[in-house]
């Protein structure tokens, strides 16, 4: 009975120091719990730097998420005991948490860039493929904008990217043919105009009714008075 005492009297001393390695332990598996999604998280920062770098944004959405990050590696590489595991813990969910906020924002912004961009190249596509020899590129052009229109519903950021990458590339090229085909910025101007809506005979230059001429487009386009207020 002496004996058992004496052993349990030489443990109590190390009672405190296990159970402070057992709390370690707890938080170590707690960490790596919430690491479960580490390789989805990662993805998901890369093509947000990517989609802002590609469309030139950044705001303070991306500054705070890149700022995360930082935070996040840094805190994971030093975690080691039971102060800078809960440290490496919380930076983990506060970069999930600047991840998600990036995400719309980008998104948003993206909206924006369609708008802006792709939105009346589908339009004056539209208007070209009723001038008979200049349907191909209409034809192209549209479907840019509508690829565009679609993209803004992709829920993956790194699929949205690559699509992205590709637009941006199509719309390069088939703006460059445009210019080559109209050979006047003075028509680009008036299609720019046309397609949306606020074109007027003003517009329609000596060089523009030359350019709609040999395209076969005059019969194509109507006149109509503009209706004024009277307030």
Known sequence: MSDALAELESLVPRIPQAVSHQKVSDLVDRLFDK???FQQTQTRLQAILDIANLINFADDYITAVKSASR???TALTVASDETTIEDAEEAYSD???AVTSADRAIRH???AVVLRDYTPLATVGRLLRQFGDTNGIGDRME???ALADKSVNIPNLAELRDVIRD???????VEAEKAAMTKNPEVDHFLGKLAA?????AAVTPTVFKWLSEHEALADLAVRPVARSTF
């Open 95 to 97: 970069l999930k948490k």
């Open 167 to 173: 637009l941006m590339a199509e719309r390069s090229q």
């Open 71 to 73: 935070d996040a590696a």
């Open 109 to 111: 912004h993206w909206k």
């Open 143 to 145: 479907a840019v904008g």
């Open 197 to 201: 809506g606020d074109a007027t005979l």
């Open 35 to 37: 690491l479960i999604d």
